[in-house]
């Protein structure tokens, strides 16, 4: 059964950092790309970042690039977020994602239950 | 303002079928970019619903069906169950602006 686990969301200041994990299990971690997707409070869904089954391509939004960086480490099972320079738009549940076989960045077969981020001061 | 136009709310009676659209451009649908849907009920997860413009994963009943046609794609529910009331969402890639989805269309049984 695959299963993926978030963790590392809370409560952070604006310009702050935080650092989000998903633990992966189930299926062959590094046979996969792996993606966050966020949404906002009462809002709809946004692809946040992607990265490679090899970890050696990651793409970005226009609105996290330069700020966010996905990272992953194929003999943990484990994919990172690392979010710097947090904003108040950057408040949302943030969820992990499987990519689908045969495709490099959505759609996405499997999620995890989400971890919120909250930026406010 | 999102890449794919879909409606904010759709509803029908149980039994009844309804359809959501998403609307697209050349840069995504248009070409040839793969539409995917997912539901999503209250208080949890999206589940893929649809993948590859028409295709359901294992366990999606066959009450759910897809098409996609040139800058756009539709999702259609059949026989409707108080169970389907969620938000339903598409995805596809966009050339300049990578993955996008559309932005949800709740869905009320009535």
């Known amino acids: 059964e695959v299963q993926l686990l978030e963790s590392g969301g809370g409560l952070e200041q604006p310009g702050g950092s935080l650092r989000l994990s998903c633990v992966a299990s189930?299926?062959?971690?590094?046979?996969?790309?792996m993606s966050w997707v966020r949404q906002p409070p009462g809002k709809g869904l946004e692809w946040v970042s992607t990265?490679?089954?090899?970890?050696?391509?990651?793409y970005y939004a226009d609105s996290v690039k330069g700020r966010f960086t996905l990272s992953r480490d194929n003999s943990k099972n484990t994919l990172s977020l690392q979010m710097k320079s947090l904003r108040a738009e950057d408040t949302a549940v943030y969820y992990c994602?499987?990519?689908?076989?045969?495709?490099?960045?959505?759609?996405?077969?499997?999620w995890g239950q989400g971890t919120l981020v909250t930026v406010s001061s | 303002q999102s890449v794919l136009t879909q409606p904010p709310s759709v509803s029908g009676a149980p039994g009844q079928r309804v359809t959501i659209s998403c609307t697209g451009s050349?840069?995504?649908?248009?070409?040839?970019?793969?539409v995917h849907w997912y539901q999503q009920l209250p208080g949890t997860a999206p589940k893929l619903l649809i993948y590859?413009?028409?295709n359901r994963p294992s366990g999606v009943p066959d009450r759910f069906s897809a098409s996609k046609s040139g800058t756009s794609a539709s999702l259609a529910i059949t026989g409707l169950q108080a169970e389907d009331e969620a938000d339903y969402y598409c995805?596809?890639?966009?050339?300049?602006?990578?993955?996008?989805f559309g932005g949800g269309t709740k869905l009320t049984v009535l």
């Open positions: 994602a499987k990519v689908l076989s045969g495709y490099n960045y959505g759609g996405f077969d499997y």
């Open positions: 189930g299926f062959i971690f590094s046979n996969y790309a």
């Open positions: 990265i490679s089954g090899s970890g050696g391509s990651t």
């Open positions: 050349s840069s995504n649908i248009g070409s040839a970019y793969d």
């Open positions: 590859g413009n028409i």
């Open positions: 995805q596809s890639y966009d050339r300049l602006s990578g993955v996008v």
